[in-house]
């Protein structure tokens, strides 16, 4: 049974695993023998010394088979030797293992076949993430990923660390007067549990928008992050690479939209959509830039704001590596001081955009009233996911608990 869901008897003949509506589930009708039997699904014995148990607990012929498969089918079995090869190899590393158990114990609420946790976090290891900014958000970006199992974590910044980039789990005090971009990397690979592939000679001077399962954008200019330019991701957009946005602009964080290439929105449809909606919005864009080149000013960019936004961006890039679609893609998610209420607007594919997303046909743009603020409440992008894992479950006895 999948350790991370606690288990509690509702009546006499009534099962239910996990807490939460988003995971719990309930079985019924279940006699005491068969839910004694559920004590012995620990991962320590095969099948076969299975049914020896089910015989000697006097359990009905095939019982133990018809229980397992249906266990199974619900998403409430794990494989304590699943991952193959490199489930092995992580296994062998048990203080890499240690240090990701958090992580496969939520990955393993979040798959349903047995073993799929663990190999979406060996997967983890080989994907090549680039973060484009190494400030209070995007230095603990990284140490996020990194330390969440990523290979390859590589950071790109300019300029020297100065005393206000200082973050906990971002770049450290130390590191004050440091280049930038190195500090982050050397911060994110002492974040890793394993020690990260080492980057070659060649991989370190090749294009860098090319090769990388995800490009994360948390740029330490505020205007960048308020409008970001669609030239600066031209290359991304040209060569298929996904990419996220995130930041802090004057106390509002930023998350989103996720853009994969020619089939959700990019920065292009964002522009587009704002001057459509309104006309001065070009020529205030060319006011701030302006502004942003004669100025030094430190950017309003509160500590724990930044952390929340980090996190979160760390989360919605998490969930697509691991081949989900976050709700960032077409949508932009932001949360402003103080009242700290979460909300998503969304980002339409423009036709005037040259990126190709209008091509999917993602639908006409809404009126201003049908574009108001969903708050993270009722945004529901697991709907999808759960009604395919409902859809999988036996009818009868099995039963989502709400």
Same mark, same amino acid.
């Given at each position: 049974m999948k350790p991370a869901l606690k288990r509690g008897w509702r009546d006499l003949n009534t099962v239910q695993f996990g807490m939460t509506p988003a995971h719990a589930l309930t079985l019924g009708p279940m006699d005491t023998a068969t839910g004694s039997f559920l004590d012995l699904l620990n991962g320590t014995r095969g099948l076969e010394l299975l049914r020896e148990e089910g015989r000697r607990m006097e359990l009905p012929d095939g019982h133990v088979d018809t229980l397992v498969r249906r266990l199974a089918s619900a998403g409430l079995l794990d494989d304590a030797k699943g991952g193959g090869p490199a489930g092995d190899t992580l296994r062998g590393k048990k203080e890499a293992l240690d240090r990701l158990r958090p992580d496969l114990a939520s990955l393993s609420l979040t798959t349903s076949e047995p073993g799929e946790a663990? /190999?979406?976090?060996? #997967?983890?290891? /080989?994907?090549?993430v680039q973060v484009r900014g190494a400030g209070r958000v995007g230095a603990l970006v990284a140490s996020l990923l990194s330390a969440a199992g990523v290979g390859e974590v590589d950071v790109r910044d300019i300029g020297r660390v100065d005393p206000w980039d200082v973050t906990p789990g971002g770049l450290p005090a130390e590191a004050i007067g440091d280049r930038r971009d190195e500090a982050a990397r050397r911060t994110a690979r002492h974040c890793a549990p394993d020690r990260p592939p080492r980057r070659t000679r060649h991989t370190r001077l090749g294009e860098e928008s090319t090769g990388h399962s995800l490009v994360i954008i948390a740029p330490r200019d505020d205007v960048a992050v308020h409008a970001p330019s669609p030239s600066a991701t031209e290359p991304l957009i040209t060569s298929g690479t996904p990419h996220l946005y995130a930041g802090v602009v004057e106390a509002t964080g930023m998350v989103g939209p996720?853009?994969?290439?020619?089939?959700?929105?990019?920065a292009g449809c964002?522009?587009?959509?704002?001057?459509?909606r309104d006309p001065a919005w070009p020529r205030l864009v060319a006011q701030w830039r302006s502004g942003t080149a004669r100025t030094r000013d430190v950017r309003p960019c509160d500590l724990t704001l930044a952390t929340t936004v980090a996190g979160l961006t760390a989360a919605h890039a998490l969930t697509f590596l691991d081949g989900r679609l976050p709700s960032s893609a077409g949508a932009r998610w932001e949360v402003s001081l103080p009242a700290l209420t979460w909300h998503a607007r969304p980002v339409w594919a423009h036709p005037a955009c040259p990126c190709g997303a209008t091509e999917k046909g993602e639908g006409e743009h809404p009126s201003d009233e049908e574009? /108001?603020?969903?708050?993270? #409440?009722?945004?529901?992008? /697991?709907?999808?996911?759960?009604?395919? #894992?409902d859809a999988k479950r036996l009818a009868g006895t099995w039963r989502a608990h709400v």
């Open positions: 663990i /190999s979406r976090l060996t #997967a983890r290891r /080989s994907l090549r996720l853009v994969l290439p020619g089939e959700t929105p990019c964002l522009h587009e959509g704002r001057t459509d574009e /108001s603020h969903e708050t993270m #409440a009722e945004h529901r992008p /697991s709907k999808e996911l759960r009604r395919k #894992a």
